[in-house]
């Protein structure tokens, strides 16, 4: 079956430090990958969305300077939230889609800022 | 652009009795129509989805939900409810040509369960 898995599943991090995460799809080829944050007592926002050999498409919001992405391949992508703040806490989830256009969501990554 | 209401924060249902969860979109096209459920300390996942054609789409655990256009709306129903459906759901909605990846998510409904 397909599943995506995300890695790590929480992190603790310093104010002003930052976090690297990892999405990684397994039993399908991900052509295309979006990252979405939920923040403490809300619903999910779209980061960004990333297709191979494509432009990386952020929305409102959200830069590649504070969230860059690399999509290197099929079936792997990785975030980085820089210079983590508190307002950047939340569950950030990769939802990876197949060729013929299936979402899998991993089970997403827990940030807290001290 | 596209957006999802949850008008219910909170539902409170007894164990055995039936479900319906609202769910109301605003999208000036054909949307793509989902329902996912997250459980506690968990991501999310795919309760069912809807594609232009049959506006009654059957779910996964018995969940159903029926699209209408004239109402803009995609509510949520299961005919019995388990205390394992303690969860919050969410409705989101993904223009046809998206890909449906780029979901606009309600802020969910916590769907609690009595005994």
């Known amino acids: 079956g397909a599943l995506v898995y995300q890695y790590p599943r929480r992190t603790i991090c310093k104010s002003g430090t930052s976090m690297r995460m990892e999405c990684q799809a397994v039993g399908f080829q991900a052509t295309s990958v979006a990252w979405y944050r939920q923040s403490p007592q809300k619903t999910f926002e779209l980061i960004a969305l990333s297709t191979v050999n494509s432009a990386i498409k952020y929305e409102q919001n959200f830069t590649q300077e504070k969230f860059p992405i690399s999509h290197p391949n099929l079936s792997f992508s990785s975030m980085t939230v820089l210079n983590a703040y508190l307002e950047d806490r939340g569950l950030y989830l990769c939802g990876a889609r197949d060729n013929t256009g299936q979402l899998y969501f991993g089970e997403g990554s827990k940030l807290t800022v001290l | 652009a596209q957006s999802v209401t949850q008008p219910d924060a909170r539902v409170t249902v007894s164990e055995g009795a039936s479900l319906q969860l609202r769910c109301k979109y605003s999208?000036?096209?054909?949307?793509?129509l989902f329902w996912y459920v997250q459980y506690p300390r968990q991501g999310l996942q795919l309760l069912l989805k809807?594609?232009?054609?049959?506006?009654v789409v059957q779910g996964v655990n018995g969940f159903e939900a029926e699209f209408s256009k004239s109402n803009s709306s995609f509510h949520l129903r299961k005919a019995s409810v388990h205390w394992s459906d303690w969860a919050v759901y969410f409705c989101a909605v993904s223009p046809y040509d998206s890909g449906y990846n780029k979901l606009t998510f309600g802020k969910g409904t916590v769907l609690l369960v009595s005994p």
């Open positions: 809807y594609y232009p054609g049959d506006p």
């Open positions: 999208y000036f096209g054909t949307p793509y």
